[in-house]
């Protein structure tokens, strides 16, 4: 063997992979002897090496990635390892597994051993499933080679005879620490090793609420893995093992893929599987990685029971265990013999090009797929199909007039300027928005410096187009563009996708504004088109402008420089080009070919139109039924006749009396079509309305004889509706439309809310649904395909009848009929986008069972329907699974009717508390409802001190929840509330408020006489802890000017504000605080971490640059593990950070320990 000094990458022999820290540590102190790094090249992924010696061979070690556990990345690293190091001749597996075999315990070591035709390895989730059960494998190891197979004999043999090394290599491991900190941690456990059977879970009892009221840092340090809440009642009994009989070592199989095990009961199912095959002893994830001709054994340490139990105490004497056996292997085996086989590199020339290839694709493959995940989560809008919609029903040849207009110009090759498109309904501001973005897309859609995002508002979609939906479809648009040209997302975008999705919750409008910011400065110029803006609520749209233009004031945002007015008006060009292309569509067919009467028309109607393309529209179509060319030309003649009068009222109007002189069927049915388009609660598809116009009263059942045919349900309302071709969304043909038609006498609101209502009461209690609520995915599936109105019925029943006067007998029957109504509440609290769930995820089963009509006819706030059910009911306080009754159902969806009446109601109960421990008052204080929490006060029996579970009050939910007004009632209520009082985890309201940014709530509370603003937590943390954390800038302003507030305060874990603000990124906050003067720059953690360590971590340039520019901060600094902020700026790639660090005057490089710092758990 060569002196160390002197070896090159073409004298090691041997590849020893380890997937984890844990691992990698347990092989580096197994070696015999330590040789000096050699130089990686630059095409190297791996991220580093270790070299030494065993038993005279020549040993690199390398450890996959952080988070890169599993087949794919494994082979990476192999491959990227003997392209390095081309003397390679086989390879170790060496870590820790799981056990899947009845007597193979924790502690042992299980090593993959071929059998039959077996090689050792399978790839579970790379085979396939055969009749009866049966499994098939795909994917395996090639057979280790046979001199390391005959050398495994040999040591087999010698433990057999009980003459065994790995005791005595554990104990020379132990004594390699340089502390016994961290020796201690490899140490056989002295917990207990316990089996549980494969159906009893884990138990976790920790004091969370799922409403908000978590702390995440008590999470970070609580015993979630500890089973001292387990049921031992559940333990599988198993013969008790000699003590001191150490490590087991078994042979045979070890199955391997891409998922992590924690079920005991698809453990087992894994096992009866793969029966067939062999008797599988171990499952783990990266062995398969390493298939098809690379020599490889795989020796597994055995660490957990692969089931909810699993945690990682046994993890360190695991991999120790199994390094150990790999050492005493490596004795068996002689060094000439290994330097005589063929290097594996030669096998593996071409299978590397075509694994790398592979690898390529499938990260590719996995990243895009995430990224669409991510992308379809921050908005599921997607206004493509209306782009292709509209642009579609542009007539070729119009609006050529906008495109060459100075005004568009100017806006579209200027920067920052704002360009306002305002003009009479039906002038074709939305066709022009199409194009416009045609034409933006054709001008920049393939340049990469220029983002376009685009949004049509919809009249009928108000609820769901709120600033916070506007400003989140304005970012998905714009990131999915930046991963066309990048490949990949921002990381920015999914930095916030993480820290929701980990909580299962929903960005807020200042975490999307400030996402966007982010996203946008990636682009040198932004075109931002919207259509119909004036139909979103104004209160959107002010916050949506606000956020979305560099402006303060919005009101005169078209008056400023830079912003530019013009009127959408079509020229009679346009407009006859439009007539010219729908002639043969609407007209008879005598019209076709006379030049002359063609000519005729599109003049005067042109001329009537006056630019709009509404009336022109209309008009053409009132021209239908005209089956001569005297009673056209009398038509166009009274058109004209009426010169600039003929707006589109009059339009409207003839298109009625056209409607009106239908056969009385036909008309019957075109004021059904009109009436339920027009008043329905959101738009429905023409399966949903054939359905909806199918019911009868007095049925029982939907009779598939009286379904409308869709071209009938459209061509009788003479052009009115249309539907859309890309969703089969039925619409009317303007929102003006809606307009008209609601103020006409015979399509009278009152009118068609009834009968909505009266159909969706008959629906809703058809014998069909009698069964109850569905069992099954399957079943759901099938009752949501075979009745296409249910989803609309049991979704918006509620919303008509309470604008009902008189309800119908079926809609009081159906109320009456529980499994009927558990029925409709399952199809109303599933998820709308059910179809998307798969048949795995019991989703069908989460929704308040034993709902009666009462609970209903609260929960949609039906007055009259509750009023009748009232009357002859024994108790007016029934509770659902959920524990809640009808006036907390009435209370949490803000019904102020509904409450009033129940709470004249003789023997309704104010305070009942529901599962979570939660009153009336408590809902309707979270939901915002001031009136419905005055009322409940006013009868002062209600009791705003009571908590839930968690020890919240109705103020605590209020505070959280930013509902000013109702903290401000419930703070001047009768009866005493303690507006200070902590929670179970020691939360205050303001804590609250300040955490959430509600900066009223926290003004309000701090003027309160019994708030203290320095308020800790159980874990001691802070109000300003808190409001810096979440990067909330004024209310740490706020909170800082008072007198109270220590602006260095100390929580358990050795965190300060200015260590959250750090963390958090914010200069602002990170500003303020250094300008109190009384922050110790360099507080350290419990971890020792110091801002400035979280600011390098975190990747927070201009954070560390003030930090750094005090003048103050120890760059230096070690944590407890003897790592430095630059160590950590290097170990996570923050190269810019890096950069800032070394140009600092005595900043100590210590670049040679950043290996090891990499592999380290992190700071937090």
Known sequence: MASSNKLTHDDYTVGWVSALPVELTAAMKMLDETHPKLPIPKDDTNRGYEFGSIAGHNVVLTCLPAGGIGTTPATAAAIQMVRTFRSIRFGLMVGVGASVGRDVRLGDVVVSTPEDNNPGVIQWDFGKAEDGGNFRKTGSLDKPPGFLLTALNFLRAKHNSGDSRIEEYLDEMLGKFKSREFAVKYLKPSSEDVLFRAKSAHVIKRPTDSDGGTDREEDEESSDESCQFCDKTKVVKRKCREPGSGAKVHYGLIASGNRVIKDAVFR????????????????????????????????????????????????????????????????????????????????????????????????????????????????????????????????????????????????????????????????????????????????????????????????????????????????????????????????????????????????????ISTSLESVASAYHRIFILIDGLDEADKGCRTKFLRKILPIPDIISIFEKSGSTEMEIRADDEDVQRYIEGHIEEYLPTFVHHDQELRQLIKTKISEAASGVFLIAYLSLRALGDKHSRKDLKTELNDLHDRGPSCNRSRAYDKTMDLINRQQEGWRKLARRVLGWVTYAERPMTALELQHALAVESNTSEMDAENLTSVEDMISVTAGLVMMEKETNIIRLVHFSTREYLRNREELSAEAFDSEIAKMCGIYLGFATFASGACNSHDEFLERMESNPFYRYASHNWGHHARRTPHLCHEAMAFLDCQPKVEASVQALFVDTDWRRWPSSYDYYKYFPHQSGGLHLAARLGVEQALAMLLQHCEDPNPQDSYGNTPLSLAADGGHEAAVKLLLATDGVEIDVRNVRRRTPLHEAAQRGHKVIVKLLLDTERAEPQRRHNYGQMSLNRAAEEGRTAVGRLLLASCRPVKADLKDELGRTPLSYAAEEGHKDVVELLLDNCQVYADSYNKVGRTVLSDAAGKGHRDIVQLLLSNSHVHADSVDKWGRTPLSYAAKKGDEGIVNLLLATGQVNLNAKDKNGVTPLGYATIWAHQDVAKLLLATGQVDVNSKDKYGYTPLIYATVWGHQDVVELLRAYPGIEDLEEECNGAGNQEGSE
């Open 268 to 511: 087992d199912e894994l096992k009866g599987f793969l029966k067939p095959v062999g008797k599988v002893l171990s499952i783990e994830m990266e062995a398969a990685g390493l298939m098809d001709n690379f020599p490889c054994l795989v020796i597994r340490g055995i660490c957990d029971y692969a089931d909810s139990h699993k945690n990682k105490t046994w993890q360190p004497y695991a991999a120790a265990v199994a390094a150990a056996f790999a050492k005493d292997l490596l004795q068996y085996v002689q060094p000439k013999v290994v330097e005589a086989e063929e290097r594996i590199i030669s096998k593996l020339e071409q299978i590397v090009k075509q694994v790398e290839s592979d690898t390529a694709t499938a990260r590719l493959r996995s990243e895009e797929q995430k990224d669409l995940q991510i992308l379809e989560w921050i908005t599921p809008f997607n206004y493509g199909h209306q782009q292709s919609h509209h642009l579609k029903k542009h007539q070729p040849g119009t609006g050529e007039w906008f495109l060459s207009s100075i005004e568009f110009k100017t806006w579209i090759e200027a920067g920052g300027q704002t360009l306002f498109c305002h003009g009479n309904p039906g002038s074709g501001k939305t066709i022009m928005t199409s194009i416009a973005i045609d034409e933006v897309k054709s001008h920049f859609g393939n340049n990469a410096s220029v983002g376009i995002a685009y949004i049509y508002c919809d009249y009928l979609e108000i609820n769901q187009q709120q600033a916070d939906d506007l400003l989140s479809s304005v970012l998905k648009q714009l990131a999915q563009r930046s991963m066309k040209f990048a490949s990949s997302l921002p990381e920015n975008v999914k930095s916030l996708y993480d820290r929701h999705q980990h909580e299962g919750t929903r960005p807020g409008l200042e975490e």
